[in-house]
Nanobody, 126 residues
Framework: QVQLVESGGGLVQAGDSLRLSCAAS????????MGWFRQAPGKEREFVAG????????YYADSVKGRFTISRDNAKNTVYLRMNSLKPEDTAVYYC???????????????????WGQGTQVTVSS
């Protein structure tokens, strides 16, 4: 069992930056692919970024490529999402998720992820 707790969300202006953190409990965190998803009001949850167990592989949604960076520190059981050049359309609740079935293959399908955090709100004003 893995428990995930996100933090770092807030209200920012367009063009600003934020760094989200996801702290994980459980000894096997370092074995899992980790992902960030987001859900805006009235919209379905969408994939944002994913990272392999070692951090050597990453994968991004086209909408955030070049602006967001996912990273992890397995010694601290934490995964991060650095968000630069934020836009109003980035406004959403951001969720951290763990895929216990994969260590290298990063999938954008939410049903592949087994553990989820409670989410952190990011609001970008224009």
């Amino acid at each position: 069992q893995v428990q995930l707790v996100e933090s770092g969300g807030g209200l920012v202006q367009a063009g600003d930056s934020l760094r989200l953190s996801c702290a994980a409990s459980g000894r096997t965190f370092s074995n899992y692919v980790m992902g960030w998803f987001r859900q805006a009001p009235g919209k379905e949850r969408e994939f944002v970024a994913g990272i392999s167990w070692s951090g050597s592989r990453t994968y991004y949604a086209d909408s955030v490529k070049g602006r967001f960076t996912i990273s992890r520190d397995n010694a601290k059981n934490t995964v991060y999402l650095r968000m630069n050049s934020l836009k109003p359309e980035d406004t959403a609740v951001y969720y951290c998720a763990a895929d216990r079935h994969h260590t290298v293959l990063i999938t954008s399908a939410s049903y592949e992820y087994d553990y989820w955090g409670q989410g952190t709100q990011v609001t970008v004003s224009s």
